[in-house]
């Protein structure tokens, strides 16, 4: 099966990258980086998108089109997604996820160079495991987390009907959602599978597809070895130490990440700029409401780049900032 399927046109396909370059992890990993962008983008502001589990940087594709007319926007596959090779060092940990978007940090932003942050799911996980880092803190303006949570996922998930919250659904949905079993192609089956899993019951049939087809192209490997990243993920520590603004978004009918989730983020949150509830919307955020989730991003470079200074730094060359073309 293709790593690449994606849709190939319409608003869900993936644009053509202005760069390409692969950024190098603290253990060796290697990792797919884009930037879109104007032709002359040295003074737009810069926005990071991170995708979350089982996607790819063809996840953020509406939101890469719509941003790139007047921002640098910078995507990256995670590791063993897209086109970033699985790690050699097993098992995958939040910490991966953290020198991860160090390293694309290091990779595309200059030093002082400040970035609005997105991340949806395990990216906004990646957020999260980052917070106490300090490139993270020298280089986020603000942050907005889409769907995510910091603990219980599989535990308060309710992707498995009918059955009551307790110790049963948490073990039959701790064998679906890390099942080592392959999805094999886009079937309408597989369609309907997701759209209840992942999406909100009104979800177009376009957005469907586009879904299904990133989520189907994920090695079953790597989406087996980061649901148990995502079955013991505990990050509840790490919230109160996102000092930056923090917006916090979430779809009310989400079944992966149950907006509950999101309430708990947001009360956490010493500097929380906003809680948005998407009514009848699940999990896949960033397709389902590609409008609101690029508005949101824009209010926040708006508010917390636009009205700062360049970085005197910030026309340091690729190689000054250390990375590697592909």
Wanted: proline content about 8%; aromatic content about 4%; charged content about 15%.
């Amino acid at each position: 099966m293709s790593r690449l399927m994606h849709m190939a046109t319409g608003p869900f396909a993936p644009p053509v990258a202005a760069e390409e370059l692969t950024a190098v992890s603290a253990d060796g990993a290697r990792l797919h980086v884009e930037v879109h962008g104007p032709a002359d983008s040295g003074d737009a502001p810069a926005v990071v998108l991170s995708h979350g589990w089982t996607c790819s940087t063809a996840f953020w594709a509406a939101q890469v089109r719509a941003l790139a007319t007047d921002h640098r926007v910078i995507v990256y596959d995670q590791r063993g997604h897209g086109r970033s090779p699985a790690s050699a060092r097993l098992p995958y940990t939040a910490d991966m996820l953290a020198d991860d978007l160090e390293a694309v940090i290091g990779a595309t932003l200059a030093p002082g160079e400040r970035a609005v942050f997105a991340g949806h799911s395990m990216g906004g996980m990646t957020m999260m495991a980052s917070a106490g880092r300090p490139v993270f803190r020298e280089h986020a303006a603000a942050v907005l987390l889409c769907s995510t949570g910091s603990s219980e996922l599989v535990a308060e998930a309710t992707v498995v009907p009918l059955l009551p919250a307790g110790a049963l659904r948490t073990r039959v949905t701790r064998s679906v959602l890390g099942s080592k079993a392959p999805l094999g192609p886009v079937t309408p089956v597989a369609r309907r599978i997701l759209r209840f899993a992942t999406m909100g019951p009104g979800s177009a049939p376009g957005k469907v597809e586009a879904c299904a087809r990133i989520v189907h192209a994920c090695p079953r490997g790597v989406r087996y070895g980061w649901s148990h990243v995502l079955e013991s993920l505990q990050l509840d520590a790490n919230v109160p130490e996102l000092a930056m603004p923090v917006a916090v978004l979430a779809g009310t009918v989400d079944r992966m990440t149950p907006v509950v989730h999101a309430r708990r983020i947001a009360a956490a949150l010493p500097n929380c700029v906003g809680l948005t509830e998407l009514a009848g919307l699940g999990h896949m955020t960033p397709v389902e409401a590609p409008e609101a989730v690029t508005a949101k991003i824009r209010e926040l470079t708006g508010a917390y780049l636009e009205s700062e200074p360049p970085s005197q730094s910030q026309s340091q060359s690729d190689s000054e900032k250390g990375a590697d073309v592909a």
